[in-house]
């Protein structure tokens, strides 16, 4: 852990390290609000454009499964600043550029850009949260970073709505913040692991010293859970749609409460991991998701949509602060910025996935059964995790 010289230096890196946290959110949650209007522009008579653009939205996931792992074993090697900053840099002119495309393929390009950026900013932003805080102050600061990120979604949601009211392509603007944030990483971002050659070549055959199969565990986990959670801002949107309630506005409020509720229950994770340990968080996180989605596939009434999301984004925001403190607890300083990656890895995996799971449950039932699915597994995990919880 870096000792920081005072506490204006400590709070200068934990805003850095908040904003490129939530670069994440500002890729996805601005945008759920304009998919349709986006699908509608670029249809062309397409019956299959609907779930062209879900798939598009979520294609940086694709992106960052493929570069990831070459970014986490890149920055143990090279720093992390350095990364950082260029994708910053990447991310901000692949997200803007998309205010002026005429063509669902340049679309689909900048995406993919988009998600290549966002593989370092992530991968350098987990691993310089390793480099500079440790214990319970790595603890807090994952706590705050769910409810910043989430409290951010939450906000962005509602910028998306009301931008895409005007047009959609004026919700692009937002990624201006990746080139502001350039200087202000240069000024703060101090302290970072650097691993020579011969080190990294070293420590690159010395797997066995990770606890393997309490990582893989994880971030197995990490796909399922993140698959989950992109149901929300994917197949929301065009629930309203299909029963005639759709509006920008509508779901960016419907998406943004959900945030809202990830945020909340994140700012509670630190006072409750005093009390019970990792593994129960895993139990009681995966039962309200069960929970939330499991009541959001029956109601009849989708005027209660709201209070499902709420118990399932309680669910969500325990099990993702859990995720990242309790796989960055047990694993090696040496391999951290690889095991980040995987981090990366499996949590856009996931996000890539969500559409292309729920897409065969949709096509036969609609969009409110796939939550009924993705409920049974959530509930199927939370009884599995207890029953093991002496293990993890």
């Known amino acids: 852990m ?64 493929i570069t990831s792992p070459f970014y986490g074993i890149l920055i143990d090697y090279t720093g992390r600043k350095k990364i950082l900053i260029f994708s910053l840099l990447l991310y901000g002119i692949s997200g803007t550029i998309v205010i002026f495309i ?79 944030m350039i200087p202000v990483t240069i000024k703060t971002i101090i302290y970072e692991k650097i691993e020579s050659k011969r080190k990294l070549k070293n420590k690159l055959g010395t797997e066995s010293r990770l606890p393997i199969v309490l990582i893989i565990f994880g971030l197995a986990l990490n796909i399922i859970i993140n698959s989950a959670f992109f149901m929300i801002p994917i197949q929301t949107p065009f629930l309203l749609k299909e029963i005639n309630q759709f509006s920008p506005l509508l779901s960016g409020i419907t998406t943004g409460t959900s945030a809202a509720a990830v945020a909340t229950s994140s700012l509670f994770f630190l006072s409750l991991r005093k009390k019970i340990d990792a593994n129960m968080i895993f139990v009681i ?49 040496e391999f951290r910025g690889r095991i980040s990656g995987g981090i990366a890895m499996t949590t856009f995996g996931g996000q890539f996935l969500s559409p292309i799971l729920s897409q065969p449950i949709i096509e036969i039932y609609g969009n409110q059964y796939s939550f009924l699915y993705s409920s049974l597994i959530m509930g199927f995990i939370s009884i599995i995790t207890f029953l093991f919880r002496k293990k993890i």
């Open 2 to 65: 870096y000792k920081f010289e005072d506490n204006n230096a400590r709070f200068a890196v934990k805003l850095t390290l908040l904003i490129t946290s939530a670069m994440t959110m500002m890729a996805f949650a601005p945008l759920s609000a304009a998919l349709p209007e986006i699908a509608r522009e670029f249809s062309n008579n397409n019956k299959n454009i609907d779930f062209i653009i879900k798939l598009s939205f979520t294609i940086p996931s694709l992106a960052i499964i």
């Open 285 to 333: 996180g995966f039962f309200l998701v069960f929970l939330g989605f499991f009541s959001l596939s029956q109601i009849n009434n989708l005027n209660f949509i709201y209070p499902c999301i709420v118990i399932s984004g309680a669910g969500f925001g325990f099990i993702q602060a859990n995720m990242f403190t309790w796989i960055l607890d047990i694993t090696p300083v």
């Open 102 to 180: 005429t063509s669902i393929e340049q679309f689909i390009i900048c995406r993919i850009i988009s998600g290549i950026a966002l593989s370092g900013i992530m991968t350098t932003s987990t691993t310089l949260v390793g480099d500079n805080f440790s214990g319970i102050h790595r603890q807090r600061f994952m706590s705050h970073r769910g409810a910043f990120v989430n409290y951010s979604a939450v906000i962005l949601n509602l910028i998306g709505g009301v931008l895409a009211t005007f047009n959609w392509r004026t919700v692009f603007i937002v990624f201006i913040v990746g080139l502001l």
